[in-house]
């Protein structure tokens, strides 16, 4: 079985600020990446998915993919004190037919 | 669109005890997932089904853990006897197209004391 990485967080950013999360994976056959939140004590919420090459944006989030350097980021663009949560990073591994998860980054954002 | 439905929300038991975990997938949802999910981690597989086969149960301790989908929708989970590592959240989500993501239903908190 394959790895999935995050940061190790937490991640401290201050309102109105721009928030970088990162992931690595190892499996060169992934062809599917997720991110989900995951407030505490609540089960983890799709935000995005990501297939291609490139950036996909969705409101304040943007997933950007390079299947070459194994590397999967998410950003949050104006964060907000309700963006503070567990950014959980998770990969279709094309090799096992399933996903794995990382272990997450615990993201809090500062009024 | 009804979400993923899981019960019980809280268990407590004591070790060597058995307790089962029901799951109701989103309407027409194939596959369905049973993870496993210890504070600070992420979840980990647990078994994973497509209508009512086993697609990949490789992470399931089969000497205590069981899983079983009858008639390709709803779906449980048992445990038995538990041990104290088994105190986890167990989240049940559920995916009509795999490659696009899951959705989750709300967890079970399990204790074993």
């Known amino acids: 079985q394959k790895e999935v990485e995050q940061n190790s967080g937490p991640l401290s950013v201050p309102e109105g600020a721009i928030a970088s999360l990162n992931c690595t994976y190892s499996?060169?056959?992934?062809?599917?990446f997720f991110w989900y939140r995951q407030y505490s004590g609540k089960s983890p919420e799709l935000i995005m998915f990501?297939?291609?090459?490139g950036d996909k944006e969705d409101g304040r989030f943007t997933a950007q993919l390079n299947k070459a350097s194994q590397y999967v980021s998410l950003l949050i663009r104006d964060s907000q004190p309700s963006d503070s949560a567990t950014y959980l990073c998770a990969v279709w591994e094309t090799s096992y037919d399933k996903v794995i998860f990382g272990p997450g980054t615990s993201l809090s954002v500062i009024p | 669109e009804a979400g993923v439905a899981q019960s019980p929300r809280y268990k407590i038991i004591e070790k060597r005890q058995s307790v089962a975990f029901w799951c109701n997938p989103i309407?027409?949802?194939?596959?369905l997932y049973w993870y496993q999910q210890i504070l600070g981690q992420g979840p980990k597989l647990l078994i994973q089904?497509?209508?009512?086969?086993?697609?990949?149960d490789s992470q399931l301790p089969k000497d205590r853990f069981s899983a079983e989908r009858l008639k390709g929708v709803d779906s449980t989970l048992k445990i038995q006897p538990a041990k104290l590592e088994d105190s986890a959240v167990y989240l049940c989500a559920s995916s009509s197209v795999p490659t696009r993501g899951q959705f989750f239903g709300p967890g079970t908190r399990l204790t074993v004391l």
């Open positions: 309407s027409g949802h194939a596959t």
């Open positions: 499996d060169r056959g992934s062809q599917s």
């Open positions: 990501i297939y291609s090459n």
């Open positions: 089904f497509q209508n009512n086969g086993v697609v990949d």
